[in-house]
Nanobody, 125 residues
Framework: QVGLTESGGGSVQVGESLRLSCRWS????????MGWFRQSPGKEREGVAG????????DYADSVKGRFTISRDNAKRTLFLQMNDLQPADTGMYYC??????????????????WGQGTQVTVSS
């Protein structure tokens, strides 16, 4: 079955860490650029981190630079998002997504054609 499946969300306190995983199946995602996005109630979906298909170049939203790290393990068919020093503003539903043409960026969610169902992250103070 073709798809992206996120896991690793949860409820944490300010300053704690979480590691999100996104496993892909069905087709060859290793050649796709991928990203993590998040959405909170009443807000637009925003790009958090992106990673290229080949050399593994990364891109981050300013709000998470220095705290979040995106990585991928193509052999394990998995995308990761390590989130450290979590803050209440990081609360939201986190989605992984694939840009099959590698022509978009995390600043344009519309450029990502394939999406997972999301995993909830809640940060309490």
């Amino acid at each position: 079955q073709v798809g992206l499946t996120e896991s690793g969300g949860g409820s944490v306190q300010v300053g704690e860490s979480l590691r999100l995983s996104c496993r892909w199946s069905g087709i060859v995602y290793s050649s796709y650029c991928m990203g993590w996005f998040r959405q909170s109630p009443g807000k637009e979906r925003e790009g958090v981190a992106g990673i290229s298909a080949g050399y593994g170049g990364t891109d981050y939203a300013d709000s998470v630079k220095g705290r979040f790290t995106i990585s991928r393990d193509n052999a394990k068919r998995t995308l990761f998002l390590q989130m450290n020093d979590l803050q209440p503003a990081d609360t939201g539903m986190y989605y992984c997504a694939a840009d099959t043409k590698c022509m978009s960026s995390i600043r344009s969610a519309a450029g990502f054609e394939l999406w997972g169902q999301g995993t909830q992250v809640t940060v309490s103070s």
